[in-house]
């Protein structure tokens, strides 16, 4: 079954460590997205992509990178690790922007010391 | 700017009826989402509306009025696994959801 995966489920880290987390989808979609879910927020749009080599910086980007190097892949690396930055991480993905729904991964609980 | 609203919790008791609201101001409308996600786990998908009216899915409804900015979703004979966070997300003019910070279901027996 298609599925979408991310990696590591926790992690701990600290201040100005560059991390990585990892996003693999199997669905073969062109789009995808990470979000970060804090209390009393809705999720946050942080960078998304629409195909390989495309990236665009959402509503809280600041600190944060990604590349598409392949369809599965999507990775969001934290340049130097923020006490800001303790969240968690969804990543998603969809096959249509213009109608279909996000999938979403398990999430990623980061917290930096 | 940008605002989705719904209340940040609700209590319900198993076997009844609950609907959760949500209104929203954004640039554009290209669509209405209900996620469902349980604490610790990711966000599930459950309805979408973009025509005004009730879509009904099982024991699930939402129903959509574009010219009121309001949504609701309506969750009939309640059982204890529905207890979890509802998220009302719209699809903008640039065709990115904007998320409500979500309402917490609790249901009591």
């Known amino acids: 079954d298609a599925e979408i995966t991310q990696s590591p489920r926790h992690k701990i880290t600290e201040t100005g460590r560059q991390v990585t987390l990892a996003c693999h989808q199997t669905w073969n979609h062109n789009n995808m997205f990470w979000y970060r879910q804090d209390l009393g927020h809705g999720l946050r749009l942080i960078h998304y992509s629409y195909g390989v080599q495309d990236t665009n910086k959402g509503e809280v980007s600041d600190g944060y990178s990604v590349s598409r190097s392949n369809t599965e892949d999507l990775p969001l690396t934290l340049e130097s690790a923020a006490s800001s930055q303790t969240s968690v991480y969804f990543c998603?993905?969809?096959?249509?922007?213009?109608?279909?729904?996000?999938?979403f991964g398990p999430g990623t609980r980061l917290t930096v010391t | 700017g940008q605002n989705i609203d719904q209340p940040t919790e609700m209590t319900a008791t198993e076997g009844a009826i609950v609907q959760i609201n949500c209104t929203y101001q954004?640039?554009?409308?290209?669509?209405l989402f209900w996620y469902q996600q349980h604490a610790g786990e990711a966000p599930t998908f459950l309805s979408y509306n973009v025509l005004d009216g009730l879509e009904e899915k099982g024991r699930f409804s939402s129903f959509l009025s574009r010219s009121k900015g309001y949504s609701y979703l309506l969750l009939k004979e309640l059982q204890m696994k529905d207890s979890a966070s509802y998220l009302c997300?719209?699809?903008?003019?640039?065709?990115?959801?904007?998320w409500g910070a979500g309402t917490k279901l609790i249901i009591k027996p």
């Open positions: 998603a993905s969809s096959l249509s922007l213009e109608v279909d729904e996000q999938y």
């Open positions: 954004t640039s554009g409308f290209n669509g």
């Open positions: 997300a719209v699809r903008d003019s640039n065709y990115q959801l904007i």
